[in-house]
């Protein structure tokens, strides 16, 4: 597995373990529940991280086929 | 209370001269029509997939499964990001091979990679069996909101009838194009509502997000967290990896990958999509205010939940607007799942038995079964089967069942054999279907497991076997045709 499919998987794996760890109503994120923000914060970092492994994939340097 | 029903019959006249005027200047063959000519870029794929995520099922399903159920509905928010980075990496690869080959649909594809007109055909027979109830369920959803929004001034009846002959015009004349030019209007419509809906209910009813949640943690204490059995915090894990793993298996997410231009509009939805979907965090929001406010709704009545608290808190005309946003939520996935299903019996099951049928063949066939197809669902809708109940829940572990067969086939050094993936399909298929109509968890059948493995969600079972099928008798298949060989 290359690097950066790695770096994809890491925020995924945050997402998810965050409930399993605090499964607790408190503390609040962004004014929701713990797992529930917990949950939204990483899509966003998910989201930032795609836009990372974007820019470094090799598969983009050829263009649009 | 004329003011809504003027809005949703506007909003369905819109969706058909939007759909239809889709098709301007372009001759529908079977590529055009199924796939849009492999020319949509990323606006238009964006706003199919957008478009499959946001159905009826998450603007009452989501909103009544956080009123009901409180934590658990927490998933579906977390498992369609998972599925964009699946899919970042897995999209271009199956898009470039069904370009190259012309492949229109998800059985297509199986059949194509494994060389078995068979394996395509069984494909075909799970993926409609899982299609159709999704079907049923959008007109369902649709009865349901006009229902509500139209203050009981149109019957349910009347409401699919003229839903379902919307969708059937606009399919049969444009497409795929109609699908995509009719999202535009849908989610331009349900952002604003959901975003409005989601900020101004619980500031109005209760005087903001956070204290919103707080008064309902008092209220119902274990609420808003996971329950320590059950739909436990394991039960969310294993459910967002299954699912995730499910989300393009669906046949028409998957020939809706296939309208792509190129291979970089997946890599920059998988960056988009994901922020996309925190709109249902205000579906959420909506499904929590109405906890406190319009208590008591118990089972299928939770989906309601929605539309009864926006009755009782907003003026006819905002219900309305609300009401047209539900009615596009259910007529553009209804129209993609009808096309889809169409495009199947036709392409793969007629062209399977009848090799020598033309593309305009096929495609003509497909166009007369979009209302044959349509009419089934009608019935179904109307007459309310229970049983189409249990075939939706089977439905998403259906199609999950092609996954194995379809990565392994990405990898051409695998040595998984059609044989091996038809066992794979079939295997995972009956276990899913006896799991779904036997009610059975992990914990019911294994129940000398620790508490963690026993909340896992029960489709993994399924999984499982057709992994063990399709890896042990790809093994042995492949050792009969070497031994054939010597």
């Given at each position: 597995?290359?690097?950066?499919?790695?770096?994809?998987?890491?925020?995924?794996?945050?997402?998810?373990?965050?409930p399993?760890?605090?499964?607790?109503?408190?503390?609040?994120?962004?004014?929701?529940?713990?797992p529930?923000?917990?949950?939204?914060?990483?899509?966003?970092?998910?989201?930032?991280t795609?836009?990372?492994?974007?820019?470094?994939?090799?598969?983009?340097?050829?263009?649009?086929? | 209370?004329?003011?809504p029903?003027?809005?949703?019959?506007?909003?369905?006249?819109?969706?058909?001269l939007?759909?239809?005027?889709?098709?301007?200047?372009?001759?529908?063959?079977?590529?055009?029509?199924?796939?849009?000519?492999?020319?949509?870029?990323?606006v238009?794929?964006?706003?199919?997939?957008?478009?499959?995520?946001?159905?009826?099922?998450t603007?009452?399903?989501?909103?009544?499964?956080?009123?009901?159920?409180?934590?658990?509905?927490?998933?579906?928010?977390?498992?369609?990001?998972?599925?964009?980075?699946?899919?970042?990496?897995?999209?271009?690869?199956?898009?470039?091979?069904?370009?190259?080959?012309?492949?229109?649909?998800?059985?297509?594809?199986?059949?194509?990679?494994?060389?078995?007109?068979?394996?395509?055909?069984?494909?075909?027979?799970?993926d409609?069996?899982?299609?159709?109830?999704?079907?049923?369920?959008?007109?369902?959803?649709?009865?349901?909101?006009?229902?509500?929004?139209?203050?009981?001034?149109?019957?349910?009846?009347?409401?699919?009838?003229?839903?379902?002959?919307?969708?059937?015009?606009?399919?049969?004349?444009?497409?795929?194009?109609?699908?995509?030019?009719?999202?535009?209007?849908?989610d331009?419509?349900i952002?604003?509502v959901?975003?409005?809906?989601?900020?101004?209910?619980?500031?109005?009813?209760?005087?903001?997000?956070?204290?919103?949640?707080e008064?309902i943690?008092?209220?119902?204490?274990?609420?808003?967290?996971?329950?320590?059995?059950?739909?436990?915090?394991?039960?969310?894990v294993?459910?967002?990896?299954?699912?995730?793993?499910?989300?393009?298996?669906?046949?028409?997410?998957?020939?809706?990958?296939?309208?792509?231009?190129?291979?970089?509009?997946?890599?920059?939805?998988?960056?988009?999509?994901?922020?996309?979907?925190?709109?249902?965090?205000?579906?959420?929001?909506?499904?929590?205010?109405?906890?406190?406010k319009v208590?008591?709704?118990?089972?299928?009545?939770?989906?309601?939940?929605?539309?009864?608290?926006?009755?009782?808190?907003?003026?006819?005309?905002?219900?309305?607007?609300v009401?047209?946003?539900?009615?596009?939520?259910?007529?553009?996935?209804?129209?993609?799942?009808?096309?889809?299903?169409?495009?199947?019996?036709?392409?793969?099951?007629?062209?399977?038995?009848?090799?020598?049928?033309?593309n305009?063949?096929?495609?003509?066939?497909?166009?007369?079964?979009?209302p044959?197809?349509?009419?089934?669902?009608?019935?179904?809708?109307?007459?309310?089967?229970?049983?189409?109940?249990?075939?939706?829940?089977?439905?998403?572990s259906?199609?999950?069942?092609?996954?194995?067969?379809?990565?392994?086939?990405?990898?051409?050094?695998?040595?998984?054999?059609?044989?091996?993936?038809?066992?794979?399909?079939?295997?995972?298929?009956?276990?899913?279907?006896?799991?779904?109509?036997?009610?059975?968890?992990?914990?019911?059948?294994?129940?000398?497991?620790?508490?963690?493995?026993?909340?896992?969600?029960?489709?993994?079972?399924?999984?499982?076997?057709?992994?063990?099928?399709?890896?042990?008798?790809?093994?042995?298949?492949?050792?009969?045709?070497?031994?054939i060989?010597?």
């Amino acid at each position: 597995m290359k690097p950066f499919q790695f770096l994809a998987i890491v925020p995924c794996a945050l997402m998810l373990i965050g409930p399993l760890v605090h499964n607790k109503l408190h503390p609040f994120i962004l004014d929701m529940p713990f797992p529930l923000g917990w949950v939204t914060v990483w899509i966003v970092l998910t989201a930032a991280t795609m836009a990372v492994v974007y820019a470094i994939d090799p598969a983009n340097k050829g263009g649009d086929r | 209370m004329t003011i809504p029903l003027i809005l949703l019959g506007l909003t369905a006249l819109f969706a058909l001269l939007l759909g239809v005027g889709a098709r301007s200047g372009h001759a529908m063959g079977l590529e055009e029509w199924t796939v849009g000519n492999r020319g949509f870029g990323f606006v238009l794929v964006f706003l199919l997939l957008a478009g499959e995520i946001y159905t009826t099922f998450t603007f009452l399903g989501a909103s009544g499964f956080a009123y009901g159920q409180g934590a658990p509905a927490y998933y579906i928010l977390a498992y369609g990001t998972i599925a964009y980075v699946i899919g970042y990496f897995m999209l271009p690869k199956v898009w470039a091979y069904a370009k190259q080959h012309h492949l229109v649909s998800q059985p297509d594809f199986l059949a194509h990679k494994y060389d078995s007109k068979t394996l395509g055909v069984i494909v075909s027979i799970v993926d409609i069996i899982a299609l159709i109830p999704y079907l049923v369920l959008q007109l369902t959803g649709l009865g349901i909101i006009v229902t509500a929004a139209g203050y009981g001034g149109i019957s349910n009846t009347v409401a699919v009838l003229i839903g379902a002959v919307v969708v059937t015009i606009y399919v049969v004349v444009s497409g795929v194009r109609g699908s995509a030019w009719t999202s535009v209007a849908k989610d331009v419509m349900i952002l604003s509502v959901v975003l409005f809906l989601g900020i101004y209910l619980p500031i109005h009813l209760y005087g903001g997000i956070g204290a919103m949640f707080e008064e309902i943690a008092k209220a119902k204490p274990g609420f808003l967290t996971f329950p320590a059995k059950g739909q436990s915090v394991w039960w969310f894990v294993s459910t967002v990896l299954l699912t995730a793993l499910g989300f393009f298996m669906w046949p028409h997410s998957l020939a809706s990958c296939y309208t792509a231009r190129n291979a970089n509009v997946f890599r920059k939805n998988a960056i988009v999509l994901p922020i996309y979907q925190l709109i249902l965090l205000f579906v959420y929001f909506v499904g929590f205010a109405a906890v406190l406010k319009v208590p008591g709704l118990k089972g299928a009545a939770s989906n309601l939940a929605l539309f009864k608290l926006v009755v009782a808190t907003l003026p006819p005309w905002v219900v309305g607007i609300v009401g047209a946003a539900g009615v596009l939520t259910a007529l553009v996935p209804g129209s993609m799942i009808a096309m889809t299903a169409a495009t199947l019996m036709s392409r793969n099951l007629y062209g399977a038995l009848n090799p020598q049928a033309s593309n305009d063949q096929i495609v003509f066939i497909a166009k007369c079964l979009v209302p044959v197809v349509m009419a089934i669902a009608v019935f179904f809708t109307l007459t309310g089967s229970s049983t189409i109940v249990t075939l939706l829940l089977v439905g998403y572990s259906f199609v999950t069942q092609m996954f194995p067969a379809l990565v392994v086939s990405l990898f051409p050094g695998s040595g998984a054999t059609k044989q091996g993936a038809m066992a794979g399909i079939i295997a995972g298929v009956v276990v899913a279907a006896w799991l779904t109509f036997s009610h059975a968890t992990v914990g019911s059948l294994l129940p000398f497991l620790p508490q963690p493995i026993q909340d896992f969600n029960v489709g993994i079972i399924a999984l499982i076997g057709n992994i063990v099928m399709l890896v042990a008798v790809s093994a042995v298949t492949k050792r009969r045709v070497a031994a054939i060989a010597e």
